[in-house]
């Protein structure tokens, strides 16, 4: 058994958790859509704990100008190494 899973109880946590990093949080009901915004910048996820995913990935990049793919990592390709029909 796993300690920890997606599952909604973990998504009032992951909103708190980006609220505590300065992110404000917005959940559009029609669409289900779920916002982050900071400095200027918006992340768009289909729940909370993808929001804080991406949230993560704009921290550890920590981009000073939105140039195309400033998000992306491609060494070393652990996708390809964990799914090869990737």
């Known amino acids: 058994m796993t300690d920890l899973s997606a599952y909604l109880n973990v998504y009032n946590t992951a909103l708190v ?7 404000t949080s917005r959940h559009d009901v029609p669409t289900d859509n779920w916002y982050a915004e ?3 910048w918006s ?3 289909d729940n909370p704990i993808e929001l804080l995913g991406l949230a993560a ?3 550890r990049q920590a981009p000073k ?5 400033w998000w992306r990592i491609d060494q070393p390709d ?7 029909e990737t």
């Open 65 to 69: 100008t939105k140039t195309e793919n």
């Open 57 to 59: 990935i704009f921290e």
């Open 78 to 84: 652990l996708l390809k190494q964990l799914d090869p």
């Open 17 to 23: 958790i980006l609220q505590e990093k300065g992110f």
């Open 43 to 45: 992340f768009l996820a």
């Open 38 to 40: 900071k400095d200027g």
